[in-house]
């Protein structure tokens, strides 16, 4: 069965903490963690814990490749992504997600998917890597990544496809699942609204339906191959004015890929028994 996860990312720049106990409110299957300069994304030993605790599985782990995380881990994006993996083996977690190197990381990139494979095997987790955007300055089009952003065009085993940066680059997700076939193997559930040269600037992270890319068709079509990887929200919340607040726009999320994945009865399940769990909201009435 698919399983629907939640990414830390959706409460960032909160801690851990807050997200397993939101994604446990809202019914999702297990977390994401993204790498982050916060300490506690990076200890396996607290992961565990949090883990059992909240009784949520850690799916997937996120590399410290953005640009805010660029000295997490020190410099060299090798070690960045072997610590990666490690930690995602010690915590269980089947998934990596990585992007593709910059274009300044110029050694780096010319090995690149020769270390994802040799890091791959050797700490027995799937790398995917992830499908990113073209930058833009000045009105034109810059080449930030190597080689490139598309991960269509590389030798790459396995995949994560972004619905957002799906539609920063001008990319049809459902066209982008097709190509991809069985190296698509982890989906970022999201949304955006159009592309950079549209005027879009900001990778949106909307929430599923909220935008032009056609996700809901994406999931059906996963469905009726047979897919078996992961699908892990990763939207925007930080418009959120209260803890309840954020939660309904993660229940919408979750609540939009139980119904394209065809999960209504576990769905129906999962609502009975969040219910007794309201009453660790802050100011329930419950």
């Known amino acids: 069965m698919i399983r629907i ?3 830390t990312t959706c409460v960032y720049p909160l801690e851990p903490e807050h997200a397993f106990r939101l994604a446990k409110l809202a019914g999702f299957d297990g977390i994401e963690i993204m790498v982050t300069q916060e300490e506690s994304t990076q200890q396996a030993e607290h992961l565990l814990e949090l883990s059992r605790r909240y009784a949520l599985p850690i799916l997937s782990v996120h590399a410290p490749v953005l640009l805010l995380t660029h000295f997490v881990w020190g410099r060299d994006p090798r070690v960045k992504l072997e610590r990666t993996a490690e930690l995602a083996a010690a915590v269980g977690a089947e998934s990596v997600v990585v992007h593709p190197p910059f ?13 994802v494979r040799e890091i791959s095997a050797e700490h027995g987790v799937v790398i995917a890597v992830e499908n990113m955007f073209p930058w833009r300055a000045a009105g034109k089009n810059l080449k930030a990544y190597a080689p490139g952003w598309d991960p269509r065009i590389m030798d790459c085993d396995a995949v994560t496809l972004d619905f957002s940066h799906a539609a920063l680059s001008g990319v049809d997700s459902l066209e982008f699942a097709n190509d991809l076939g069985a190296r ?19 990778d949106e992270h909307l929430l599923p339906g909220h935008g032009r890319e056609p996700v809901a068709e994406v999931l059906e079509a996963l469905v009726a191959r047979g897919w078996s990887g992961s699908i892990v929200a990763e939207v925007n919340t930080r418009k959120a004015k209260s803890e309840r607040e954020r939660l309904e726009l993660l229940r919408e999320t979750l609540e939009f890929a139980r119904t394209h994945t065809h999960q209504s ?4 399940a999962l609502t009975r028994s969040r219910r007794a769990l309201e009453a660790l909201l802050p100011g329930s009435r419950h």
């Open 5 to 7: 996860g939640m990414s």
């Open 103 to 115: 274009r300044w990381q110029a050694t780096y990139a010319l090995d690149f998917l020769r270390i």
């Open 265 to 268: 009865k576990r769905r129906r």
């Open 184 to 202: 698509l193997r982890h989906v970022h559930l999201c949304d955006g609204s159009g592309a950079i040269g549209e005027g879009q600037i900001f």
